[in-house]
């Protein structure tokens, strides 16, 4: 006999992309004023149900283009009873682009990207010299770009798009290290940590170019 799932009421906290009027303005969005965190491709949701809780004074949205992911997400974040949480389902870069107003961002996370290995389909990472360039206007300045990636190499290329652009400068001092000394919460972060996996990030400061 199939196994029941147990349905959970996420309006509210899910939309579909195509569903919403761009631009978006966060207070309407969110219903409060809150200072708002962007995550890219949240997955399962883990960052942003962690985040929520620990952080009630922001509100946290996600947007990701696996429909059943973010509906993973949202029911993560309506069963932990968080408000300051919603999640997009739609593609990263049109959000960015088209509905997230310019320096209206604290943080924007992206972390653990899908690394599209075979070399035609590279032109599908996120992370790339378009995205980057928006990334440094929907922040504000003096906000944060974070960054996390298990794969090496897709790291390296990260970092020489953002190395070298005006916008951004690196906090952190070691550039290449594991993720555990940001602790981060992820699905992917927390298993690879059990994995004893090395991982690599960075945080950037997001400055007037
Ligand atoms: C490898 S998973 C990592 C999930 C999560 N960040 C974690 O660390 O556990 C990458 C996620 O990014 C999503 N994704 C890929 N391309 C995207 C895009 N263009 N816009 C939004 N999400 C995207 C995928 O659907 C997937 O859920």
Excluded: C
């Excluded at 995550?39 to 996600?62: I, S």
């Excluded at 906090?171 to 972060?189: H, K, M």
Aim: charged residues 30%; neutral net charge.
């Amino acid at each position: 006999m199939p196994r029941r799932r147990s349905l959970v009421d996420t309006t509210g906290t899910f939309s579909l992309l195509d569903d919403l009027t761009p631009p978006l303005r966060w207070p309407e969005f969110f219903g409060d004023d809150r200072p708002v965190e962007l995550e890219v491709g949240p997955g399962k949701g883990v960052f942003l149900a962690h985040a929520g809780a620990e952080q009630p004074g922001t509100n946290f949205v996600g947007v990701e283009l696996a429909k059943k992911y973010a509906i993973i997400s949202a029911a993560r974040a309506v069963k932990a009873g968080l408000d300051n949480v919603r999640v997009v389902a739609g593609d990263a870069q049109k959000f960015l682009d088209d509905f997230v107003p310019d320096r209206s961002v604290e943080i924007l996370h992206v972390y653990f990207p899908d690394p599209w290995w075979k070399k035609r389909h590279r032109k599908r990472r996120v992370v790339n010299a378009r995205f980057v360039d928006r990334a440094s206007k929907v922040v504000k300045l003096g906000g944060e770009l974070r960054v996390m990636t298990d794969v090496e190499e897709y790291f390296r290329e990260i970092l020489d798009l953002l190395t070298p652009h005006p916008a951004f400068e690196p906090i952190d001092e070691s550039r290449v290290e594991s993720g555990d000394a940001w602790q981060l919460q992820t699905n992917f972060a927390n298993k690879f940590r059990i994995e004893g996996r090395p991982f690599f990030g960075e945080r950037y400061r997001v400055l007037e170019p």
